[in-house]
């Protein structure tokens, strides 16, 4: 799905029938794998989007443009069928999100008869669940006559046991989550792992928000605990955090390495809004200093090794803190002497 995004960040929802006024807004190109691209693109790497077509109109044209300054190639396909959509998302002040959206089945259609040939000599495909299995599976399936590994963004999907049967046999990295993993419940989490793992995906990745995430792969299995920080919208965190280990796994590395930069990559993500990544050496500094929990999974069952921490705990909170902080304030830096740079020229 390709929309663009007004994302709104208020300190508190206001009541029924009445206003509140808005700290700041940001727009962007939506949805996730729109994000993803957007990402991964701000970090090097080339990027390509297959998505339903736009509206004929200003909107439209608009976010192809977008598209094309962040450096995605795209073939946006424009229609008169429709008026481009519009998502609008409000963050409060604790980076909680409510989004309102269009996507209608006309919208939806339209990717059955996109253009596939991106996918030639590509090195990975993302895919979101939502779309819908009739419009996804046709992707999914040239990716692996390709052989183009697919990443499946599923999200709560796999509560289907059936639906997960019919995507595991195209995808090699799986992302989902639970509710209760969410809130940090080791046997929801632990469960849902078991479940990606059984169906025959070879990594399987599960997001916890602010409790990190754990990432499975063969008998291989890390926790990695997220550090505390100060959330100003958590709009496309996921999607950050899907961008971070795609990042990750485009450059060889280990699940522990991927999923440490995908964790500290959403994690900062979320002090700011908008979605303009933070530095690669920035993320790493973050990465490297948060906790990780090993297990190995054997016998159908998953069982603790230890964890790894560098220093002690309070340490690594405190830490990954002022690195946040210095991330922020670097970056904010950076955009006054820009402006005074800009104000100079005029």
């Known amino acids: 799905m390709l929309t663009p995004v007004a994302i709104m960040t208020v300190d508190r929802f206001?009541?029924?029938?009445?206003?509140?006024?808005?700290?700041?807004?940001?727009?962007f190109v939506f949805d996730d794998a729109a994000i993803i691209a957007g990402c991964l693109s701000q970090w090097g790497?080339?990027?390509?989007?297959?998505?339903?077509?736009?509206?004929?109109?200003?909107?439209?044209?608009?976010?192809?443009?977008?598209?094309?300054?962040?450096?995605?190639?795209?073939?946006?396909?424009?229609?008169?069928?429709?008026?481009?959509?519009?998502?609008?998302?409000?963050?409060?002040r604790?980076?909680?999100?409510t989004y309102f959206w269009q996507r209608t089945p006309e919208m939806l259609a339209t990717l059955d008869e996109a253009d596939l040939s991106l996918m030639e000599g590509a090195r990975l495909m993302y895919v979101d669940w939502y779309d819908g299995e009739e419009h996804i599976t046709r992707a999914m399936e040239e990716a692996k006559r390709l052989d183009v590994p697919v990443f499946l963004n599923l999200e709560f999907g796999h509560k289907d046991v059936n639906l997960l049967k019919r995507y595991a046999k195209y995808t090699t990295i799986c992302q989902a989550v639970t509710d209760a993993a969410q809130l940090g419940k080791n046997k929801s989490l632990m469960q849902t792992a078991r479940k990606l793992l059984n169906?025959?995906?070879?990594?399987?990745?599960?997001?916890?928000a602010k409790e990190g995430c754990l990432v499975a792969q063969g008998?291989?299995?890390?926790?990695?605990?997220?550090?505390?920080?100060?959330?100003?919208d958590a709009c496309g965190a996921g999607a950050t955090f899907s961008a971070g280990f795609a990042y990750g796994t485009l450059q060889g590395w280990g699940i522990e390495h991927s999923a440490r930069f995908a964790t500290a990559a959403a994690s900062l993500k979320v002090t700011r809004a908008g979605l303009e990544m933070f530095p690669i050496d920035e993320i790493h500094?973050?990465?490297?200093?948060?906790?990780?929990?090993?297990?190995?999974?054997?016998d159908n069952q998953f069982h603790r090794l230890g964890k790894l921490i560098s220093v002690q705990q309070k340490v690594i909170v405190h830490e990954s803190r002022k690195l946040v902080r210095h991330a922020a304030d670097s970056l904010n830096s950076k955009k006054r002497a820009s402006q005074k740079s800009a104000a100079k020229r005029k």
Do not use: C, W
């Open 199 to 208: 169906a025959g995906i070879k990594t399987a990745l599960i997001t916890m």
């Open 45 to 92: 790497v080339s990027t390509g989007m297959i998505g339903t077509a736009v509206g004929d109109d200003p909107r439209g044209h608009a976010l192809a443009r977008q598209l094309e300054d962040l450096g995605v190639q795209a073939d946006v396909r424009f229609t008169k069928a429709y008026a481009t959509p519009l998502e609008v998302d409000v963050s409060d």
């Open 219 to 232: 008998s291989e299995i890390v926790r990695v605990f997220a550090p505390k920080v100060k959330a100003v």
């Open 94 to 97: 604790r980076g909680a999100r």
């Open 14 to 27: 206001p009541r029924h029938n009445t206003g509140a006024m808005v700290k700041e807004i940001k727009e």
């Open 285 to 298: 500094a973050v990465a490297e200093r948060l906790k990780v929990e090993y297990l190995t999974f054997r």
